[in-house]
């Protein structure tokens, strides 16, 4: 008879200590079961505004919790202030989980907040989570890559400036390849003209999904010459993937509310 399995070592979070938890796409079962234990030990939780109510309520209700939310458009609190929090909270001995939505180091100033505690001689951990980018397009239906559709997949933010535009756009609008734009609502008409202007073509599919893997997901589906459109239609926390991918939504959507497109969008418009 083969023998059980012996259990797994369970990971301690030490007193002084900060770990940098990614909470993933919003749906409490994403959580790794290190991020969920580390949650659970953690004396003091600073989170942000994309993690996901269900994933709070798996805090203890004695645990001190402190929102250093950024929303755009609204009130947030600075980086230099949530950094502090972390050198204090540590240095008076807490145990402190620092909670973001997605992955830490995707687009979440992870390792920025880890430079400050490094500099200040506090003892971190880093949890993965899974990222907008897998979790979003996975729950929607969309891979990102495909032997016949994809060859690769890239994933840039939105949050551009056209007067300090670096981006490459010239590779981001090759074809056959997934683009994956997080945070990219309100400057998704600049990204359709820039896209098009540099030789995607037009008729490529695009989604939206909006609150991706949580209960109130939305999927908005067109084409790049509806970005622009369907952004007005959706709410952030959002995500664009632009990429032959999105084609095999219709097919492969598994989860939640079936996709809208452009034309359905419009009549619940009306």
Known sequence: MKEALPPFSKSRLMAGQVALIGAGPGDAELLTIKALSYLQQADVVLYDYLVSDDIMALIPDSTILVCVGKRAGHHS???EKTNQLLIDFA???YKVARIKGGDPFMFGRGGEELEVLARAGIGFEVIPGITAAAGATAYAGIPLTHRDYAQSAMFITGHLQSEHDHMDWTTLARGKQTLVIYMGLMKSSYIQQQLMDHGRHIDTPIAIIERGTQRQQKVLIGKLTDLATLAQQAESPALIVVGEVVQLAEQLAWFGPKAQN?????????
């Open 77 to 79: 609190v600075p980086q």
């Open 91 to 93: 240095q008076q001995g």
């Open 262 to 270: 452009l034309e359905s969008v419009q009549s619940l418009a009306v």
